[in-house]
């Protein structure tokens, strides 16, 4: 695809999604040295998941 060309579908940008709880308190656990770098990783991977799949199957 060259710079400038319309992606093969349509894609509408409406902006970040909110951060769960969950992955504010993962963040807080890490800063204060209560957890380590995995389980941050873990913590922040684990909403994005949950994000994917709400989008492939929004009805679920």
Known sequence: MTA???PPF???RIGSLR???ELEE???HFER???SAEALAEG???PIRTAV???R???S
Do not use: F, S
């Open 4 to 6: 400038g060309a319309a």
């Open 10 to 12: 349509r894609a509408d």
């Open 19 to 21: 951060r769960p709880a």
């Open 26 to 28: 993962a963040h807080a």
């Open 33 to 35: 040295v209560e957890t």
């Open 44 to 46: 922040e991977d684990r």
């Open 53 to 55: 799949a709400k989008r």
């Open 57 to 59: 199957h929004p009805l």
